[in-house]
C-alpha cells in the first residue's frame, strides 16, 4: 500500500477516535458539574478537561477567562483548536476524501454523512439546549463508523492500518485521563467519600466502564481497581492493554522490511503492561508510570510514521 494512503486511513481513523475522546469527556464533566460543589471545584473540573488534551495555555490566551459556555465552544465548534470536535470530524471526513477509492461506499457515506450533519447540529441550538444529546450523537456515529468499517472492508492492509490508528488514539487518551483526573482526586484513600465515588464513577463513565467495574469487582469503587481496569485488564476495551493488544496485533499485518525494530518497541510496552502488577505500579507512582507510557506511545506513534506513513525521500 501506498504510504499516502496508508497516512490517510491512519489519520482517519485518529480523527474519528478523537472526536469521540472529547465528546466523552465533556458530557461527563457536564453530568458532574451539575453535582453540589463550589464554583472552584466546578472550574478546577473543566481546567481539568483542557489539561487532559493540553490545551489550557491555548484556552487562555483564546479568551482571558473561565467560563462554561467558552470552554464548550472551544471544544466542539472552534476551527482554531485542532483537538475541537469540528475540527476533528473535518479532518476525518477530509482524509476519507482522500482515499475514497480505498473505501467501501458505506465507510465514505458515514464519514460524509457525520461531517455533513454535524454542520446543521452546530448551526442548530442543540449545544446550548441540550449538549449531552450532542455528545451521544458524536459517540454514535464514532460507533457507526468502527461498525461499518468492520462490517463492509475487506480485511487487507487498509484496515488494519484503521484498526492501528484508532486503538493508538484511545490509548493516548485513557492514559490522560487516567493521569489527569488521578491527579485531580482530593484523595485516593480506600475511605471513598459520597463525593469521591461520583468522582471515581464519572472517570469510569468517561470510558464507558462504570459497569463493567460493577461486573469485575462487584464492590466499591476505590482509586486503585480504577486504575488496575483502566490499565491491565485486555477484558476491558478501553483500557491501555487492551489497546496495546489490538496495536500490536496490527503491527503484525502491516510489516514491513524496516518495520522490525517498531514491533518490538510495541512489543515491550505491551509485555509491560500484561505482565504488570497495580501493587508494582502504585509503588513506583501512578503519574511516573503513565507520563512514562503517554511518552513512548507517542514515540510509538512516531515511529509508525517512519515506518509506514512518510514516504520515503528520493
Partial sequence: MLSRTADHLFWMARYTERAENTARMLDVNMQTSMLPQSEQDAEQGWRATLGISELQSAYDHQYGRF?????????????????????????????ARAV???????????????????????????????????????????????????????????????RLGTFLERADNTARILDV????ARDTSKDITQRDFYYWAALLR?????????????DVITPERVAQLLMLRGDMPRS????????????????????????????KLHAELKFGHIDDIMKAGLHHTLTEFLENIYELGNRVSRDFLVPLAA
Wanted: proline share 2%; aromatic share 10%.
Fill in 67 to 95: 467560563h462554561t459556555r467558552d470552554v464548550l465552544d472551544f471544544m466542539v465548534r472552534d476551527p482554531n483548536n485542532p483537538s475541537s470536535i469540528l475540527a476533528c470530524l473535518t479532518d476525518a471526513r477530509e482524509n
Fill in 100 to 162: 475514497r477509492g480505498t473505501l467501501t461506499t458505506e465507510v465514505w457515506e458515514i464519514q460524509n454523512a457525520t461531517w455533513l450533519d454535524m454542520q446543521k447540529r452546530l448551526k442548530s441550538n442543540l449545544l446550548e439546549t441540550d449538549p449531552s444529546a450532542f455528545f451521544e450523537w458524536v459517540k454514535y456515529r464514532s460507533h457507526l463508523s468502527r461498525g461499518v468499517t468492520l462490517g463492509t472492508m475487506l480485511k487487507d492492509e487498509a484496515i488494519h492500518f484503521i
Fill in 181 to 184: 483526573k488521578f491527579h485531580g
Fill in 206 to 218: 468517561s470510558v464507558s466502564g462504570f459497569e463493567i467495574y460493577r461486573k469485575v469487582y462487584r
Fill in 240 to 267: 491501555l492493554l487492551a489497546c496495546m493488544d489490538d496495536v500490536v496485533e496490527n503491527l503484525k499485518h502491516i510489516r514491513n522490511d524496516v518495520s522490525a525494530d517498531t514491533e518490538r518497541f510495541a512489543g
